[in-house]
T-cell receptor
């Protein structure tokens, strides 16, 4: 299994500012993903973080709002830009197991935008 | 697209058995996952089914019927610590390895 850490674990931010969330994995992985989980809701995929190329975004999510970096096979960042209260959510980093039969999740970053 | 349906909430008694159902509609099928998520924590992997039948893993079992678009997670000898949200996730065929998650079933185990 993969051990995933995220920083920060939580933050309270002002409207209009940006926050960058870091995700670190203890082993090299091919697939890394960013999810959002709003209160009482399930997981919504934001994008797939591709190493060495632009992220692949899901419908409803754009690069200007959620820029993603993936400089190597163990690290990725997600930035939530120009935040509004609607961005208050838990943001989770995830990776696929080697057989892609499992998916592991980081502890999440709890974001509150005032 | 995909549509995944599971009950919003269930309650059960400690020591009992509970079955959490999940029905899905998808264009092609390439696996179904169950995850457990305790409040304030990340989801943890429980099971993966890609063929019809029952997969048993300790107190937890997962069943799949592809023809019916149906799965269930069976929890035996319930413990208080089993109180959590249980997420059903389905992966469609066609190249993407990314599953789509249902809204989750909140299970409350009481003494």
């Amino acid at each position: 299994s993969a051990v995933i850490s995220q920083k920060p674990s939580r933050d309270i931010c002002q409207r209009g500012t940006s926050l960058t969330i870091q995700c670190q994995v203890d082993s090299q992985v091919t697939m890394m993903f960013w999810y959002r989980q709003q209160p009482g809701q399930s997981l919504t995929l934001i994008a797939t973080a591709n190493q060495g190329s632009e992220a692949t975004y899901e419908s409803g999510f754009v690069i200007d709002k959620f820029p993603i970096s993936r400089p190597n096979l163990t690290f990725s960042t997600l930035t939530v830009s120009n935040m509004s209260p609607e961005d208050s959510s838990i943001y989770l980093c995830s990776v696929s197991g080697t057989g892609q039969e499992t998916q592991y999740f980081g502890p999440g970053t709890r974001l509150l935008v005032l | 697209g995909q549509n995944i349906d599971q009950p919003t909430e269930m309650t059960a008694t400690e020591g009992a058995i509970v079955q959490i159902n999940c029905t899905y509609q998808t264009s092609g099928f390439n696996g179904l996952f169950w995850y457990q998520q305790h409040a304030g924590e990340a989801p943890t992997f429980l099971s993966y089914n890609v063929l019809d039948g029952l997969e048993e893993k300790g107190r937890f079992s997962s069943f799949l019927s592809r023809s019916k678009g149906y799965s269930y997670l069976l929890l035996k000898e319930l413990q208080m610590k089993d109180s959590a949200s249980y997420l059903c996730a389905v992966r469609a065929s066609g190249g993407s390895y990314i599953p789509t998650f249902g809204r989750g079933t909140s299970l409350i185990v009481h003494p």
